[in-house]
């Protein structure tokens, strides 16, 4: 029988069915692949940021020295602080207005919660509500009683700044006191002192002998101009300073035989000086004393400083302190910057014209280690050795220049590194060359009125030595022992410690931690300075 023409088709479900069914398939695992694969790569990521995020949170915190109690919104320790800060303001308010009965009863419940912060610190776990619910109550009652007294935020910052700008001024007169105070002491002479130095010069003119032992020494004279020899120079007209000097530098030199002390004091201390450095030994140290007075070439019309000191406003300025009215601070107008024996130093070369190599010393050092390897220190054509006392930016230029005039604007660098004067190695070949104490003038000269720099004798060293400085190891010169705390292991590696500012160790105002380290180099059983009470 023969089939019909319908029979032979095929059914059009049947054959669509299936392909819709395998296409949906296929599709949804393919979207399946691609999640699965996008989430792998998008995890570490995630976790990378996350981490990073915690990370960050964790050093704040750590910066901020802060704990997760302490930055969290809802915390009881957090509102506790903020109570007690408040209630310390109230407190002052309420003395202010007489309030004492409840200035006391703030006071007695601040120290109520901060007993309960500090017990609660003890166990290092979050303070809950129930054990500081009554400390709060208690403290907020107190709190709202403070604005019925119409301590209100208004009125407290009125008188809070009232009370700041009150204390800002006391405090800028107590720190302009202690500052006048404390220059007046480091300026004084003591009376013991004063007496060595009355007896000696008593000692020096009653016995001839001193002075014969000084006048008749030829193998002295003949050392004061070996330049195979140490040569050391200090100028001073304190005795028992320049004393710890000659002795630390003596006890600490491999060969003190070779070391030549130069010392220049003036008239006043000459015979004095003359006398302490005969009657004692310093294990075979040379010592020669000299005074400025008798340097024929120190006169006013070639150093300037003394053509300053004719000058009436100089002389107003340094000597009355009336022509700005008190503007300028006390130590700006010390008539000490004005001192030849400050100044001295920029005529090394005139004072010791035989002489190659120099090592300077300030008074106010203690020499810790030998001092001989100064002498071998190549200052590559420089002429004066120095330590650096620049960091960061302390101790540059710009701090001790003014650098708003246009002629210090344009000759130096203001980030340049500054040095210290104290403890120098003086090259004096390179010195006459260059003629330095002729730019010593120029620049003195032209600070007549006082608008490069204010005081000292640093300013001008740093424009004369600008370009001519080597930086010497700063082993060899540790500085501040006289204004502030130096590291020990520094003072301990230190060949020259200096007390550079107003902290003197033979003064009552000499760091007591210091004193040490100075003290061990005088004899104090020594009869000048038993009789003028030096203990």
């Known amino acids: 029988m023969r089939r019909s023409r319908q029979e032979f088709r095929r059914s059009v479900k049947r054959r669509w069915f299936p392909n819709v069914f395998w296409l949906t398939l296929c599709g949804f695992m393919a979207l399946l692949f691609i999640l699965f694969v996008s989430r792998h790569r998008v995890r570490p990521t995630s976790r990378s ?226 006398a302490w450095f005969t009657m004692n030994d310093f294990h075979g140290l040379t010592v020669n004393v000299q005074k400025f007075e008798d340097f024929t070439w120190l006169n006013a019309s070639y150093v300037p400083v003394l053509k300053q000191l004719q000058d009436s406003d100089t002389k107003s300025y340094y000597f009355s302190g009336s022509n700005d009215g008190g503007k300028t601070p006390i130590k700006f107008r010390n008539p000490k910057y004005l001192s030849m024996l400050n100044h001295i130093r920029f005529y090394i070369p005139e004072v010791f014209p035989d002489l190659k190599k120099v090592v300077f010393l300030d008074d106010d050092v203690v020499v810790q280690k030998d001092l001989s390897g100064l002498f071998t220190v190549d200052l590559n054509g420089n002429v004066n050795g120095a330590v650096e006392t620049c960091m960061e930016t302390f101790h540059r230029y710009h701090k001790y220049l003014n650098y708003s005039h246009p002629l210090i604007r344009s000759h130096f660098d203001p980030d340049a590194c500054g040095w210290a004067f104290g403890m120098n190695v003086f090259d004096l070949v390179e010195w006459r060359k260059r003629n330095v104490t002729g730019i010593y003038h120029y620049w003195q000269e032209k600070n007549i009125d006082r608008t490069l720099w204010k005081l000292g004798t640093l300013p001008p060293g740093l424009l004369t030595f600008y370009g001519l400085t080597e930086p010497l190891d700063p082993t060899w010169h540790v500085l501040g022992l006289g204004y502030t705390n130096v590291d020990s292991q520094l003072i301990k590696n230190g060949a020259v410690l200096h007390f550079n500012g107003n902290s003197k160790p033979w003064l009552k105002i000499g760091m007591e931690k210091y004193k040490p380290l100075w003290e061990k180099f005088v004899d104090y059983t020594h009869p000048m300075l038993e009789q003028c009470n030096f203990r």
């Open 49 to 274: 940021l996350l981490s990073k995020r915690s990370y960050m949170q964790d050093k704040t915190l750590e910066s901020l020295n802060a704990t997760d109690e302490m930055v969290n919104p809802n915390s009881i320790t957090r509102k506790l602080n903020d109570q007690i800060q408040l209630a310390k303001a109230f407190v002052v308010i309420a003395k202010e207005n007489n309030n004492l009965q409840f200035a006391w009863e703030l006071s007695a419940q601040i120290r109520n919660s901060q007993i309960l912060l500090s017990n609660n610190a003890l166990t290092r776990s979050p303070l809950k509500l129930r054990e500081s619910n009554t400390a709060i109550k208690d403290m907020a009652l107190l709190l709202f009683q403070a604005q019925q007294y119409h301590y209100d935020s208004a009125t407290m910052i009125m008188r809070l700044k009232a009370r700041i700008q009150d204390l800002e001024e006391q405090t800028s007169l107590v720190t302009e006191r202690s500052s006048k105070y404390g220059q007046i002491a480091a300026e004084e002479v003591p009376k013991s002192l004063f007496c060595l130095g009355v007896g000696l010069t008593t000692e020096w003119f009653k016995q001839s002998k001193l002075q014969q032992k000084v006048s008749g020494n030829m193998q002295k004279d003949a050392k004061l101009k070996d330049n195979n020899l140490y040569h050391f120079c200090v100028f001073s007209d304190n005795i028992l300073a320049t004393s710890v000097v000659v002795n630390s530098t003596s006890l600490n030199a491999k060969n003190p035989d070779r070391i030549v002390f130069h010392l220049v004091t003036d008239e006043v201390n000459y015979a004095a000086m003359n």
